[in-house]
């Protein structure tokens, strides 16, 4: 656990390992203060098979997307689609919306321009995340939720300069 502005905060723990012993070959755990919670989600983008590292490419792609999303929380989600990706035209907002079909049945929708599948997280934080850090991993690591945020931190100071 750290403090993060007077305030406690978990910290995830993300441990990567491959082998032939390992169903598909790759496991990515996580664990929340040293207690295992189970495995990353894979949020796809690019590689329908999986994720991967050591290496750039679209496997290794989808896992930078993943760790990302998973250590920033809920600080990503799309402020429009909410993470849904579906939005609809709201007249009486004056804009779009979370598409609901229990609320807006019969209504066209589509996906959201705002975001990427549902989060705000850009193509190119991924690949610079891919590039930096995801490609230079060994065959087994472990990385933190703090060291993945602060690394986006350093990124987005470096964006911002330019």
């Known amino acids: 656990m750290t403090v993060d502005n007077g305030v406690a905060v978990s910290v995830r723990t993300y441990s990567?390992?491959?082998?032939r012993e390992l169903?598909?070959?790759?496991?990515?755990?996580v664990s929340v203060d040293g207690e295992p919670t189970g495995v990353l989600r894979h949020q796809v983008m690019s590689s329908p098979t999986g994720m991967r590292w050591g290496y750039r490419g679209l496997g290794p792609k989808d896992l930078a997307r993943s760790l990302l999303i998973d250590a920033a929380g809920p600080s990503l989600l799309c402020g429009?689609?909410?993470?849904?990706?579906?939005?609809v035209f709201d007249e009486a907002a004056d804009g779009f919306v979370?598409?609901?079909?229990?609320?807006?049945?019969?209504?066209?929708h589509g996906p959201c321009?705002?975001?990427?599948?549902?989060f705000t997280l850009t193509h190119h934080e991924e690949s610079a995340f891919e590039a930096?850090?995801?490609a230079r991993l060994g065959r087994s690591?472990?990385?933190?939720?703090d060291q993945i945020v602060q690394w986006r931190r350093g990124y987005l100071r470096r964006t911002a300069a330019r």
Do not use: K, N, Y
């Not at 990567?16 to 082998?19: E, F, H, V």
């Not at 169903?23 to 755990?29: D, F, L, N, R, Y």
């Not at 690591?141 to 939720?145: A, K, P, R, Y």
């Open 16 to 19: 990567g390992s491959t082998g």
């Open 23 to 29: 169903v598909g070959g790759v496991v990515i755990a």
């Open 80 to 87: 429009i689609c909410r993470g849904s990706t579906q939005v």
């Open 98 to 108: 979370v598409f609901d079909p229990a609320i807006h049945e019969g209504r066209s």
């Open 113 to 118: 321009g705002a975001c990427r599948r549902g």
């Open 132 to 134: 930096e850090v995801v």
């Open 141 to 145: 690591w472990t990385l933190t939720s």
